[in-house]
């Protein structure tokens, strides 16, 4: 919707004003689904919330069930993918969500995990329990995930803080990562300092790389 | 996976010896209210047991699946019988008292199909038909003194380490497996067994498993001072082994003992480290370096109430600018009302507020549920100035805490923060506490925020119901789960703080209809725009707007016209506009307002209780 189909006009942030969907997003704009997890509090949504709207809200009240963000990516060939990120609540009982189903129009989706492209999960870097719990994060990506090769990412977040506060390392967190294969980054939703924008570029380029044009399609 | 095993379990027992169970509950029930049962029945009951263990041998039955439910079960068995063969000491009461309160979260575990009974939502332990008529003041508050007193003198002591297990139960008994396999490798090698206990500075000391004990259960001694209760703890075992052979037990979980816990989480976490990260050591050994050194002065008196600031109460009253009746309330009129429908008139502040204190008092310091809930209620309501006051935060903090601790099959779930906000915001802390156990015993709330959140999908599908049958285009074009935040928070994220008095009022008098109302107004509200929209996540994102900005500072009487606006809402608008632009708050007001009028209009969707009838789910929240 929105800034998925526009061509010239800017871009507005995201879901505040719904214009009609219905376009020619077949034809031109390719869609991905991208899950933000992670423990609760690590920022996913100050994440999501960077990205799309380019700010930092102190007040953020804590995510119930999921909330969702989209955002249109360019790309340098002309070519463009239109990210559907799904951001959800980290609390632990939440975790009974996940086989929850909608439909719109005869479209059904069993759960959040479905049809997702990619994962971003989130860890704290002034919470080492945060990035323990990574690996439960991931197992449950495997579990409800249906697309084998979807992209995973692994986020240490709040990279801003004093050194005081920080209870992971730089490098305990990448050296986490490569035990599992997986590309790392560390970003800071506080900060206007870019990492979350490269984030999420690097991200859709995997996309655009990994998935055919076919597979980028609206099933959201 | 739960239900499975101790379906299994039920069903291998006989039908005859199924009640015995529920009698023992029972007798269970009236110890917790502090009163001790009849020395009769309790031998009465210890000898079923005995005699329920030994018919099971000679049917060569072997329950071999026990999962935490059942072992609570025989726990409590064994308390029992161990408490009335005088071979040994008496457990203290402490532990005795908790194993039973635990066995009363069981049986209501059980019987939460059934419908609520009037004094539901009273106080636990305060059972008020116990108490002769004539004296019920004194009774009661001598009752309660004595209760209190007890509870401090030996909750200071102990941890209530369950409250975890309820959460993640799964993954800690795995970790406790782990430790049981570690100290079965150390049983065999003797000379590693024996860790020296120092008494200048009290260290972990594993004691293995007495001669004998099959089970593989250890207990941990911290200090002398606790050692009676660690040693007393394995006297339900060889009361075991003297009815005859034990029944096979995963662990011994009834270990209150504070440090010995601690402890064995971390002795936890770094085994799971271990075996997640492989062959990673020396991080390992990095990490517990680093946490040794951010160990707080706290961490190394977790006996010692050292922060009183988490333990005193401080009852500031209501923060609203509703009226009040009468000026010795701390709560206002709206509140008082909520609290007269849910207490009948029992209310009475003094005692609540010990019953309160109590429950604060005995609250065990989970680190971990307290960061937890602490970083939810410092993002909850923060538009609004009054909760961003620390001394209102602690109280939030307390009374989720509070709340975790008389419920621990609920604990805390996120949503929480936003209902005890708004409870705060008109009723000041104790009140908004029982408020809390009303709204989750009376109202079934809790159903909502137990594990796996059986009540989340009845109330999904009854919004569904009742969408499809007023809004029936919308739901043609949609449908799902969508409304998870709305049943979760009660709506009280969403609804202004400054309306929903009037939603609560018409909540706690009619229940849930009330809620379904606003659902289906809101969603009337939204209907044109949502039909715009193709996909479901837009429509999730679309209907989100509604809880922006449900807490800003709005004069009550706030007229709709920038003119006329009064200096205080200037203020509050101004540093409103700061925060965010793109929300236009007056509209959002004037939605709500409309959405509100709607939905508690009875002329508009009239018949939904008819609705709703044939969905049978739902007939257990009574609407």
Same mark, same amino acid.
């Given at each position: 919707m929105g800034n998925c189909n526009k061509k010239g006009k800017p871009s507005r942030p995201s879901v505040r004003d719904p214009i009609n969907i219905r376009g020619d997003k077949e034809n031109k704009v390719s869609y991905a689904k991208v899950v933000l997890i992670g423990n609760s509090g690590v920022g996913k949504t100050s994440i999501a919330q960077r990205f799309i709207e380019g700010k930092f809200d102190e007040n953020n009240k804590n995510t119930v069930g999921a909330s969702y963000f989209q955002?249109?990516?360019?790309?340098?060939?002309?070519?463009?993918?239109?990210?559907?990120?799904?951001?959800?609540?980290?609390?632990?009982?939440?975790?009974?969500?996940?086989?929850?189903?909608?439909?719109?129009?005869?479209?059904?989706?069993?759960?959040?995990?479905?049809?997702?492209?990619?994962?971003?999960?989130?860890?704290?870097?002034?919470?080492?329990?945060?990035?323990?719990?990574?690996?439960?994060?991931?197992?449950?990506?495997?579990?409800?995930?249906?697309?084998?090769?979807?992209?995973?990412?692994?986020?240490?977040?709040?990279?801003?803080?004093?050194?005081?506060?920080?209870?992971?390392?730089?490098?305990?967190?990448?050296?986490?990562?490569?035990?599992?294969?997986?590309?790392?980054?560390?970003?800071?939703?506080?900060?206007?300092?870019?990492?979350?924008?490269?984030?999420?570029?690097?991200?859709?380029?995997?996309?655009?790389?990994?998935?055919t044009k076919e597979e980028l399609h609206a099933t959201v | 996976m739960h239900k499975q095993s101790s379906n299994n379990l039920r069903l291998k027992l006989s039908p005859k010896i199924e009640p015995k169970f529920k009698q023992s509950k029972k007798v269970k029930d009236y110890n917790s209210l502090g009163k001790v049962p009849s020395q009769q029945q309790g031998v009465k009951q210890s000898i079923l047991y005995k005699d329920h263990f030994q018919r099971q041998q000679s049917k060569d039955i072997k329950v071999v699946k026990l999962n935490i439910e059942d072992f609570k079960i025989q726990n409590i068995n064994n308390s029992i019988m161990s408490s009335q063969s005088d071979n040994n000491s008496n457990p203290p009461p402490v532990s005795k008292h908790k194993r039973l309160n635990k066995s009363m979260f069981e049986e209501e575990l059980q019987s939460v199909v059934h419908m609520t009974t009037e004094n539901d939502a009273s106080p636990r332990g305060l059972n008020t038909s116990n108490i002769s008529s004539q004296q019920p003041n004194k009774l009661f508050k001598s009752f309660i003194d004595t209760y209190v007193s007890e509870r401090k003198k030996y909750f200071k002591f102990t941890e209530f380490k369950e409250l975890t297990l309820s959460n993640n139960h799964q993954s800690q008994l795995g970790q406790f497996k782990q430790i049981r396999d570690q100290t079965k490798k150390q049983q065999e090698s003797p000379n590693i067994a024996q860790i020296k206990h120092d008494k200048k500075s009290p260290k972990l000391q594993i004691q293995l498993p007495n001669e004998g004990d099959q089970t593989g259960a250890f207990s941990t001694i911290v200090s002398p001072s606790t050692q009676k209760i660690s040693s007393t703890k394995s006297v339900p075992f060889k009361q075991?082994?003297?009815?005859?052979?034990?029944?096979?037990?995963? =662990?011994?979980?009834? /270990?209150?003992?504070?440090?010995?816990?601690? $402890? !064995?989480?971390?002795?936890?976490?770094? @085994? &799971?480290?271990?075996?997640?990260?492989?062959?990673?050591?020396?991080?390992?050994?990095?990490?517990?370096?680093?946490?040794?050194?951010?160990?707080?002065?706290?961490?190394?008196?977790?006996?010692?109430?050292?922060?009183?600031?988490?333990?005193?109460?401080?009852?500031?009253?209501?923060?609203?600018?509703?009226?009040?009746?009468?000026?010795?309330?701390?709560?206002?009129?709206?509140?008082?009302?909520?609290?007269? =429908?849910?207490?009948? /008139?029992?209310?009475?502040?003094?005692?609540? $507020? !010990?019953?309160?204190?109590?429950?604060? @008092? &005995?609250?065990?310091?989970?680190?971990?549920?307290?960061?937890?809930?602490?970083?939810?209620?410092?993002?909850?309501?923060?538009?609004?100035?009054?909760?961003?006051?620390?001394?209102?935060?602690?109280?939030?903090?307390?009374?989720?805490?509070?709340?975790?601790?008389?419920?621990?099959?609920?604990?805390?779930?996120?949503?929480?923060?936003?209902?005890?906000?708004?409870?705060?915001?008109?009723?000041?802390?104790?009140?908004?506490?029982?408020?809390?156990?009303?709204?989750?015993?009376?109202? !079934?709330?809790?159903?909502?925020?137990?594990?796996?959140?059986?009540?989340?999908?009845?109330?999904?599908?009854?919004?569904?119901?009742?969408?499809?049958?007023?809004?029936?285009?919308?739901?043609?074009?949609?449908?799902?789960?969508?409304?998870?935040?709305?049943?979760?928070?009660?709506?009280l994220s969403n609804i202004p703080l400054r309306f929903n008095a009037i939603y609560l009022n018409s909540f706690f008098e009619k229940k849930w209809i009330t809620f379904y109302?606003?659902?289906?107004?809101?969603?009337?509200?939204?209907?044109?725009?949502?039909?715009?929209?193709?996909?479901?996540?837009?429509?999730?994102?679309?209907?989100?707007?509604?809880?922006?900005?449900?807490?800003?500072?709005?004069?009550?009487?706030?007229?709709?016209?920038?003119?006329?606006?009064?200096?205080?809402?200037?203020?509050?608008?101004?540093?409103?506009?700061?925060r965010s632009d793109s929300i236009n708050l007056k509209k959002h007001k004037k939605m709500w307002k409309i959405v509100i009028e709607m939905a508690l209009d009875e002329n508009i969707f009239s018949n939904m209780e008819d609705v709703l009838v044939n969905q049978d789910e739902t007939i257990i929240y009574k609407y």
């Amino acid at each position: 919707m929105g800034n998925c189909n526009k061509k010239g006009k800017p871009s507005r942030p995201s879901v505040r004003d719904p214009i009609n969907i219905r376009g020619d997003k077949e034809n031109k704009v390719s869609y991905a689904k991208v899950v933000l997890i992670g423990n609760s509090g690590v920022g996913k949504t100050s994440i999501a919330q960077r990205f799309i709207e380019g700010k930092f809200d102190e007040n953020n009240k804590n995510t119930v069930g999921a909330s969702y963000f989209q955002k249109n990516i360019s790309f340098k060939d002309g070519s463009s993918l239109c990210l559907y990120i799904w951001d959800t609540a980290g609390g632990e009982k939440f975790q009974a969500l996940a086989p929850l189903y909608y439909r719109v129009k005869s479209k059904y989706i069993i759960n959040i995990f479905q049809n997702a492209h990619a994962a971003v999960v989130c860890y704290s870097v002034t919470d080492d329990d945060s990035l323990k719990q990574i690996d439960t994060w991931l197992n449950k990506l495997d579990e409800h995930g249906n697309i084998a090769k979807m992209i995973k990412v692994v986020v240490g977040n709040k990279s801003d803080v004093d050194k005081s506060e920080r209870r992971v390392d730089l490098k305990e967190g990448k050296l986490f990562a490569q035990q599992r294969d997986l590309p790392f980054f560390e970003t800071s939703a506080l900060l206007n300092d870019g990492s979350i924008d490269e984030l999420f570029q690097k991200l859709a380029s995997q996309i655009k790389q990994s998935f055919t044009k076919e597979e980028l399609h609206a099933t959201v | 996976m739960h239900k499975q095993s101790s379906n299994n379990l039920r069903l291998k027992l006989s039908p005859k010896i199924e009640p015995k169970f529920k009698q023992s509950k029972k007798v269970k029930d009236y110890n917790s209210l502090g009163k001790v049962p009849s020395q009769q029945q309790g031998v009465k009951q210890s000898i079923l047991y005995k005699d329920h263990f030994q018919r099971q041998q000679s049917k060569d039955i072997k329950v071999v699946k026990l999962n935490i439910e059942d072992f609570k079960i025989q726990n409590i068995n064994n308390s029992i019988m161990s408490s009335q063969s005088d071979n040994n000491s008496n457990p203290p009461p402490v532990s005795k008292h908790k194993r039973l309160n635990k066995s009363m979260f069981e049986e209501e575990l059980q019987s939460v199909v059934h419908m609520t009974t009037e004094n539901d939502a009273s106080p636990r332990g305060l059972n008020t038909s116990n108490i002769s008529s004539q004296q019920p003041n004194k009774l009661f508050k001598s009752f309660i003194d004595t209760y209190v007193s007890e509870r401090k003198k030996y909750f200071k002591f102990t941890e209530f380490k369950e409250l975890t297990l309820s959460n993640n139960h799964q993954s800690q008994l795995g970790q406790f497996k782990q430790i049981r396999d570690q100290t079965k490798k150390q049983q065999e090698s003797p000379n590693i067994a024996q860790i020296k206990h120092d008494k200048k500075s009290p260290k972990l000391q594993i004691q293995l498993p007495n001669e004998g004990d099959q089970t593989g259960a250890f207990s941990t001694i911290v200090s002398p001072s606790t050692q009676k209760i660690s040693s007393t703890k394995s006297v339900p075992f060889k009361q075991l082994e003297g009815s005859g052979k034990p029944i096979k037990q995963p =662990i011994n979980k009834t /270990d209150y003992s504070p440090k010995s816990t601690n $402890k !064995k989480f971390n002795l936890a976490d770094h @085994i &799971s480290l271990n075996s997640a990260r492989g062959p990673r050591r020396q991080e390992v050994d990095q990490i517990k370096i680093k946490n040794r050194l951010n160990k707080s002065v706290d961490d190394e008196s977790p006996d010692l109430i050292t922060n009183t600031e988490e333990q005193t109460i401080n009852d500031c009253g209501r923060l609203c600018d509703c009226e009040i009746q009468q000026f010795d309330h701390l709560q206002c009129e709206n509140a008082q009302r909520w609290l007269d =429908i849910a207490y009948q /008139d029992e209310y009475e502040y003094e005692i609540y $507020k !010990k019953y309160y204190e109590g429950y604060i @008092i &005995s609250a065990p310091k989970l680190k971990k549920l307290r960061s937890s809930i602490k970083q939810d209620v410092e993002r909850t309501m923060q538009s609004h100035s009054q909760f961003q006051v620390k001394s209102i935060q602690k109280a939030m903090v307390r009374v989720l805490v509070a709340y975790a601790h008389f419920e621990p099959q609920v604990s805390y779930v996120q949503g929480m923060n936003f209902i005890v906000a708004a409870l705060i915001y008109h009723s000041g802390e104790v009140a908004a506490f029982w408020l809390l156990i009303a709204l989750m015993d009376r109202y !079934k709330l809790k159903q909502v925020f137990k594990q796996n959140l059986p009540g989340l999908i009845v109330h999904e599908n009854a919004i569904n119901k009742l969408g499809k049958y007023y809004l029936t285009d919308l739901f043609e074009h949609f449908t799902g789960y969508f409304a998870t935040e709305w049943i979760m928070s009660l709506f009280l994220s969403n609804i202004p703080l400054r309306f929903n008095a009037i939603y609560l009022n018409s909540f706690f008098e009619k229940k849930w209809i009330t809620f379904y109302r606003v659902a289906v107004a809101l969603l009337k509200y939204y209907e044109k725009k949502i039909l715009i929209l193709d996909d479901f996540p837009s429509i999730l994102g679309y209907i989100k707007q509604a809880r922006e900005g449900c807490d800003y500072l709005l004069p009550n009487n706030m007229p709709l016209d920038q003119s006329s606006m009064s200096l205080h809402s200037f203020i509050t608008m101004t540093r409103m506009s700061s925060r965010s632009d793109s929300i236009n708050l007056k509209k959002h007001k004037k939605m709500w307002k409309i959405v509100i009028e709607m939905a508690l209009d009875e002329n508009i969707f009239s018949n939904m209780e008819d609705v709703l009838v044939n969905q049978d789910e739902t007939i257990i929240y009574k609407y």
